[in-house]
């Protein structure tokens, strides 16, 4: 419910919260003057789209992940915390730039996702596990 009572408060919250989640605060709040539910539908909806993509590699396994994503509570989890979740899922579009040892655009998917959580920046080391054998049979 903290979402709720901040969206809007631009002046006071915008310290307080990183740009990109701000930023889009801003945008439907006062730009657009959405209401909060349509501002947090449409988060969902692209965090839940950034992740099924990312899982879109891996269609084989789409039924168990989409399982373990109801059973391990991700998936209620991304409904209160909007900005980790949005991180965490473009981490893990991100993880394709990894296996294709593209540097520039890990480091790249790893802004982004720090406009809406900065601990994801904490994971810029994980490109660099490939380098010490990392094993791809699995």
Request: glycine fraction near 6%.
């Amino acid at each position: 419910y903290q979402y709720v009572g901040t969206f809007g408060e631009l002046p006071l919250y915008l310290e307080n919260a990183e740009v990109g989640y701000s930023a889009l605060n801003m945008l439907f709040s006062a730009i657009l003057d959405f209401p909060y539910y349509i501002f947090f539908g449409i988060l969902t909806a692209l965090t839940w789209g950034i992740y099924l993509a990312s899982s879109y590699r891996y269609q084989f396994l789409l039924p168990w992940i989409l399982f373990f994503t109801i059973c391990n509570g991700f998936l209620f989890w991304s409904f209160n915390g909007i900005r980790q979740s949005l991180a965490i899922v473009i981490f893990l579009f991100s993880i394709k730039y990894i296996i294709e040892r593209k540097f520039l655009l890990y480091i790249l998917a790893l802004v982004v996702a720090s406009l809406f959580h900065t601990s994801v920046l904490l994971l810029l080391p994980v490109y660099f596990f490939i380098q010490i054998g990392f094993n791809h049979k699995f």
